[in-house]
Each structure stands twice: as structure tokens, then as C-alpha cells.
């Protein structure tokens, strides 16, 4: 019985971490070999990598801040662009060599390119 009871403890405080979804398949891949990123209204195109301590870089260090995921969303934060954790919606199913089209609130339309 004391063993149920200590199940039972050990999954109510999991709980909450198993609450926080893992990345898409989509944003696995993202995350694990980068981006190519045509920002569409700046007429800007460039490589964007991830690293697994939640910092990213592109854009010849042009663009660089944080990130966290939340399952199939992205969320960054980089002063390039004046964002503060804005979140992107990246569709499923996507892979390497994959293109599609994302919308950013600050920046606008963006086509993402799966390395």
C-alpha cells in the first residue's frame, strides 16, 4: 500500500512536467539541423541554427536571442527585432528540405526552409 501511495505521489508532481509538450516533428528537425529564412517584406534570406541551450543565431549574427518550445510552437526572444517571447505556430509533418510559409507578428510572412 505504501508503495501505491508512493507511485501515486511520484506522478502528481510529474505531472506537471509532463504538461509541457515536446517539440513537433517539425520543430525536432528545425531544432536539430536549422532554418533558412526568407523574411518576405525585408526581402532577407538567411540561416538560422538552435542550440540545445535554448540560444539560437543567424543571419551572419545578425539575429540571435532565445528560444523555448511549447509543442509545435517556437517562442523567441532576440533585441534584433524587438521580440519578447512572441510565439510561431510551425505546421506538422514537415522534412528536411520542406518549405513553408509561417506568420510572425512582428515581422510579418516568413518562409522557413528545413535544413
Do not use: W
Amino acid at each position: 500500500m505504501k508503495r501505491l501511495a508512493l507511485i501515486a505521489a511520484v506522478a502528481a508532481l510529474a505531472a506537471p512536467a509532463l504538461a509541457q509538450t515536446a517539440p513537433s516533428d517539425t520543430l525536432t528537425i528545425a531544432l536539430a539541423k536549422g532554418v533558412t529564412l526568407n523574411v518576405i517584406q525585408m526581402g532577407m534570406t538567411g540561416d538560422v541554427n538552435y542550440k540545445p541551450d535554448g540560444t539560437f543565431s543567424g543571419f551572419d549574427g545578425q539575429y540571435e536571442g532565445t528560444y523555448k518550445v511549447d509543442g509545435s510552437k517556437l517562442c523567441s526572444t532576440s533585441a534584433a527585432v524587438g521580440e519578447d517571447n512572441t510565439c510561431v505556430e510551425y505546421p506538422a509533418g514537415k522534412v528536411s528540405g520542406d518549405k513553408f510559409k509561417i506568420a510572425h507578428p512582428t515581422i510579418g510572412e516568413i518562409e522557413v526552409t528545413l535544413k
